[in-house]
C-alpha cells in the first residue's frame, strides 16, 4: 500500500518488521503478554493503518482528485 516499486518494497518490510518486533517485545515486557502474539498484534495494527491511511489505501481512493488540464 506504499510503493509499486520492489526496492523501497523490500526496505519498508524490513523496517516495519524490526519496528513490530521492537514494539511487540515492549508490549509484552510491559504488559506481561506472551511474545509472538504481542508482535503479531503489533504488525496487525501496522497493516491496518496502512490499509486505511497509506497512499494506495481505502481513505486515499475515497478522495477524489480533480486535475484540470490546459490546452
Known amino acids: 500500500f506504499w510503493t509499486v ?13 524490526f519496528a513490530s518486533c521492537v514494539a511487540g517485545l515492549l508490549l509484552s515486557y510491559h504488559a506481561s503478554l506472551p511474545s509472538g502474539p504481542a508482535i503479531i ?21 475515497r478522495i477524489v482528485h480533480h486535475r484540470h488540464r490546459t490546452a
Do not use: D, H, T
Not at 5 to 17: D, H, K, N, S, W
Not at 41 to 61: D, E, N
Open 5 to 17: 516499486r520492489v526496492e523501497p518494497m523490500c526496505v519498508l518490510a524490513v523496517l516495519i518488521g
Open 41 to 61: 498484534l503489533s504488525a496487525g495494527v501496522v497493516y491496518f493503518a496502512s490499509i486505511l491511511f497509506g497512499p494506495r489505501g481505502i481513505l486515499r481512493a
